[in-house]
T-cell receptor, first 113, second 110 residues
């Protein structure tokens, strides 16, 4: 099986712009979670989608949003980018339940100038 | 507040040594605990998953234990190798969230 894929792998944006990141889960996985990783804050949970519904959301402002499509692929969007949004954005997929192993993609590295 | 702490933050050992990484969590109402390794600039690779009802899991040279009542987990690495050099993260799954420790940066010297 192919692993979790994320596109693009690298991205440079300027303050005030918006960005959309994409994640394709492992075939058959219906749960997709997004995380932000920064040197200062470490890994933080953004949100989780299951069967096109947002199941959980972390403590991030409304500028961060996401969605999941019927084929389980997911996108996250960040509007009005700030310098502090520079981070590695990781996506993870799991099969169905909360007790399943999460498999991570390689991440999208976003740099906001 | 659901906090996850990993000790030590960094560890350097000679090749062949056995070592233990520690993870503690404040809220014991967990679904599971997962250990990952992360190589520089890369995503996370799952090593072991322990369900809340389990006490330990083993995979090759790795053994992870879980003590929910004391809020602790350990990752034991036997006969360490230079290829084990990476950052090791523990992640605790709760009903609405997944909390990560800051990681232990392991260096295994040849």
């Amino acid at each position: 099986k192919a692993g979790v894929t994320q596109t693009p792998r690298y991205l440079i944006k300027t303050r005030g712009q918006q960005v959309t990141l994409s994640c394709s889960p492992i075939s058959g996985h219906r749960s997709v979670s997004w995380y932000q990783q920064t040197p200062g804050q470490g890994l933080q949970f953004l949100f989780e989608y299951f069967s096109e519904t947002q199941r959980n959301k972390g403590n991030f402002p409304g500028r961060f949003s996401g969605r999941q499509f019927s084929n389980s692929r997911s996108e996250m969007n960040v509007s009005t980018l700030e310098l502090g949004d520079s981070a590695l954005y990781l996506c993870a997929s799991s099969s169905t339940t909360v007790q399943e192993t999460q498999y991570f993609g390689p991440g999208t590295r976003l740099l906001v100038l | 507040k659901q906090e996850v702490t990993q000790i030590p933050a960094a560890l350097s050992v000679p090749e062949g040594e056995n070592l233990v990484l520690n993870c503690s969590f404040t809220d014991s109402a967990i679904y599971n605990l997962q250990w990952f390794r992360q190589d520089p600039g890369k995503g996370l690779t799952s090593l072991l998953l322990i369900q809340s009802s389990q006490r330990e899991q083993t995979s090759g040279r790795l053994n992870a234990s879980l003590d929910k009542s004391s809020g602790r987990s350990t990752l034991y690495i036997a006969a360490s190798q230079p290829g084990d050099s990476a950052t090791y993260l523990c992640a605790v799954k709760y009903n609405n969230d997944m909390r990560f420790g800051a990681g232990t940066r392991l260096t295994v010297k040849p």
